[in-house]
């Protein structure tokens, strides 16, 4: 495990501004709320498109709409798989574009994100159905897969699922914060909860009840810490941070994956909240993201 510290003047300031993150999602402004967010992070995403100089635009994948995201120059003939976050409630590649963007200008190839169906006008197993569409279709050559929050959750399921139908895995992952358990009583989603700027508890519980439905969350397809693991599985890099809501979840996947036989690199950094590189504002989100990228890259050059 790498601890990284030192946080930075602009990280502080954004803790000072917002000591803490209010429950924002209802049973009855989910609507608003995917709007609200959608607005706040227009203007981050056109800035870093701006500086990254990479270019976007809507793909069909097996009837599955994506975004395909393409460097100034394309270095590397590999591509991202990349999930989204947002609970599988809300979010979309656009809204993900402040962490995509850097990643695929810093390692020079396409990242295609599938749009997958958002709950709860479309609950398990949709979005996991129309990753695995997409899954289908990428991995008959050499590609790596990156996931944040419920992306993480996303890329962890559809992996499970191709190794049991026989499908060839990843060379490469990396886990940002990863909602993978949708059991909401972990350490951290108490002790963190009002610490994290970003998330809370019960904006966790509400996802999982959209998302979940009645269905048991035990199950790996819904929660993937709880499926089964081997040596096949690609080395991934997981990163979380010191206040992240889901600290504990990033903690307990690492060691189910090591002792499965994956090779793990865990990356906490100190002082930082659930999946921090979302926020462009900040020095560390552009270190973690450089950290990933020479990651990923590293292992294709292998």
């Known amino acids: 495990m790498t601890l990284n510290g030192h946080l930075s003047s602009e990280a502080q300031r954004i803790l000072n501004q917002q000591q803490s993150a209010l429950s924002g999602r209802s049973d009855t402004n989910l609507a608003e709320l995917r709007a609200e967010t959608r607005a706040h992070i227009t203007p981050a995403v056109e800035r870093v498109l ?45 809204e993900d574009l402040t962490i995509a963007a850097p990643l695929c ?47 993480g959750n996303l890329i962890l399921a559809l992996m499970l699922r191709a190794k049991k139908a026989g499908l060839n895995l990843p060379k490469a992952a990396a886990l940002l914060s990863a909602w993978c358990d949708l059991d909401t009583s972990s350490d951290s989603q108490r002790f963190n909860d009002g610490r994290d700027p970003s998330l809370a508890t019960q904006d966790s519980k509400i996802a999982s009840n959209f998302y979940a439905g009645h269905n048991d969350i035990t199950n790996p397809d819904i929660s993937p810490i709880n499926g089964s693991y081997d040596s096949d599985f690609p080395p991934c890099l997981i ?64």
């Not at 990479?54 to 097996?62: H, P």
């Not at 979840?249 to 999946?275: F, K, M, N, T």
């Open 50 to 94: 701006k500086y990254t100089k990479v270019t976007t635009r809507e793909i069909t994948i097996n009837g599955v709409s994506c975004m395909e995201v393409n460097p100034p120059e394309v270095t590397a003939p590999w591509p991202i798989l990349y999930g989204f976050g947002g609970g599988f409630i809300q979010g979309s590649p656009f």
């Open 105 to 151: 200008a810093m390692t020079g190839t396409v990242l295609i994100i599938p749009s997958y169906r958002l709950a709860p006008e479309h609950p398990w197993p949709a979005a996991i159905d129309d990753g695995f569409s997409v899954y289908q279709s990428l991995c008959a050559r050499p590609f790596a897969i990156v996931g944040e929050s419920a992306g």
């Open 239 to 302: 990163t979380t941070g010191t206040r992240d809501l889901l600290l504990s979840l990033s903690i307990r996947l690492a060691r189910v994956l090591r002792e499965s036989g994956v090779d793990v690199e865990l990356q906490v950094w100190e002082g930082l909240w659930h999946v921090f590189e979302w926020d462009d504002r900040i020095p560390e989100a552009n270190q973690s993201l450089n950290n990933i990228a020479v990651f990923l890259s590293r292992h294709f050059s292998q």
